[in-house]
């Protein structure tokens, strides 16, 4: 009843940037939380960064001052823009969100996952 589609991943140097994008669609009421996550083959998926519906922003560690997550209630769409990629950023990135279907609890939803590879 839910699908979230990412794009924008795809393949940059080190250095580069690159803007990812996640639209929720469906029988949606009502999307609160939205974030970001990542999962490094044989690694447990990690947050990358999260944003409340009013705009409260948290990232990890790892990817602060480098990533900024963004969201247009609008358009139930979240963004994540990353600069200064590394190496290290190279997995694939999972889009996730807290939805309210009409009639139906609250519920968290995932994207298919988006490939962001950083080359040296």
């Known amino acids: 009843q839910v699908q979230l589609v990412e794009s924008g991943g795809g393949l940059v140097q080190a250095g580069g940037s690159l803007r990812l994008s996640c639209t929720a669609s469906g029988r949606i009421f009502s999307i609160n939380a939205m974030g970001w996550y990542r999962q490094a083959p044989g690694k447990q998926r990690e947050l990358v960064a999260g944003i409340t519906r009013d705009g409260v922003t948290s990232y990890a560690d790892s990817v602060k001052g480098r990533f900024t997550i963004s969201r247009d209630n609008a358009k139930n769409t979240v963004y994540l823009q990353l600069n200064s990629l590394k190496p290290e950023d190279t997995v694939v990135y999972y889009c996730?969100?807290?939805?309210?279907?009409?009639?139906?609890?609250?519920?968290?939803?995932w994207g298919q996952g988006t490939q962001v590879t950083v080359s040296s």
């Open positions: 996730n969100a807290d939805v309210k279907v009409l009639f139906r609890p609250w519920a968290d939803y």
